[in-house]
């Protein structure tokens, strides 16, 4: 049976994609700004030696790396207000979700950014009477986060297609607002065809950005 395209509900309709998308950029800003801030600390934390820190930093970021993000959004939404006194709407279930899967994986891009820093650094600084914080933030971390920039970039990415499972809780994001446009108007094929042009458009111009970061960056050295 042959299909025949009809653009028109998704014209019609396009003030609710519009609020979609709206939605999904602020999800994804949020979380991408928490995420990368208590990223830091787990990050400080799993290359500490200091197993007080080392240890509870390392099972958080076992558990949100090794399960997947719809199951820590379902939880949030679904679970948490069992077992709290606090009820949880679909925004702070998805963003609480994304949050910390991106600190568990941010913490891991601070990490291996911390270990490129030749120890020489380290016992520069420890030299001049730093101590650990003073190490961290003045000489270190500066070195560091240039090397960590193309990770956030690819994590950001990443980041803004993972708000589209924020749909499963009814979060009025781009991905449900279609899939509600699509029920009403039957237009699937329309519809969906029209935000995966929406994400790309989106998305595609910040790849690009990045792959010339990486090619700038691996220039310079």
Same mark, same amino acid.
């Given at each position: 049976?042959?299909?025949?395209?009809?653009?028109?509900?998704?014209?019609?309709?396009?003030?609710?994609?519009?609020?979609?998308?709206?939605?999904?950029?602020?999800?994804?800003?949020?979380?991408?700004?928490?995420?990368?801030?208590?990223?830091?600390?787990?990050?400080?934390?799993?290359?500490?030696?200091?197993r007080?820190?080392?240890?509870?930093?390392?099972?958080?970021?076992?558990?949100?790396?090794?399960?997947?993000?719809?199951? $820590?959004?379902?939880w949030?939404?679904?679970?948490?207000?069992?077992?709290?006194?606090?009820?949880?709407?679909?925004?702070?279930?998805?963003?609480?979700?994304?949050?910390?899967?991106?600190?568990?994986?941010?913490?891991?891009?601070?990490?291996?950014?911390?270990?490129?820093?030749?120890?020489?650094?380290?016992?520069?600084?420890?030299?001049?009477?730093?101590?650990?914080? $003073? $190490?961290?933030?003045?000489?270190?971390?500066?070195?560091?986060?240039r090397?960590?920039?193309?990770?956030?970039?690819?994590?950001?990415?990443e980041?803004?297609?993972?708000?589209?499972?924020?749909?499963?809780?009814?979060?009025?994001?781009?991905?449900?607002?279609?899939?509600?446009?699509?029920?009403?108007?039957?237009?699937?094929?329309?519809?969906?065809?029209?935000?995966?042009l929406?994400?790309?458009?989106?998305?595609?111009?910040?790849?690009?950005?990045?792959?010339?970061?990486?090619?700038?960056?691996?220039?310079?050295?």
């Amino acid at each position: 049976m042959e299909h025949v395209w009809d653009f028109s509900a998704v014209f019609s309709n396009w003030y609710l994609l519009l609020i979609g998308l709206k939605n999904t950029i602020v999800l994804a800003v949020v979380c991408l700004v928490l995420g990368l801030f208590f990223g830091l600390f787990v990050g400080a934390a799993r290359y500490s030696g200091n197993r007080l820190f080392n240890w509870p930093a390392t099972a958080f970021v076992e558990i949100f790396r090794n399960t997947p993000v719809l199951v $820590q959004i379902m939880w949030f939404f679904f679970a948490f207000p069992i077992i709290s006194p606090f009820d949880i709407n679909a925004f702070t279930a998805a963003a609480l979700g994304l949050t910390l899967n991106t600190v568990a994986f941010s913490s891991e891009i601070y990490r291996a950014g911390i270990q490129s820093i030749h120890k020489g650094q380290w016992e520069a600084a420890k030299a001049l009477g730093m101590n650990y914080s $003073q $190490q961290m933030g003045r000489i270190i971390l500066p070195q560091a986060v240039r090397r960590m920039i193309p990770a956030f970039m690819n994590r950001a990415v990443e980041l803004v297609k993972m708000t589209s499972l924020a749909s499963v809780i009814a979060y009025g994001e781009l991905m449900h607002q279609a899939k509600t446009i699509s029920t009403i108007e039957f237009n699937p094929i329309e519809m969906y065809t029209s935000v995966a042009l929406i994400f790309f458009i989106l998305i595609f111009p910040f790849t690009l950005l990045v792959q010339r970061f990486e090619i700038r960056s691996k220039a310079k050295g």
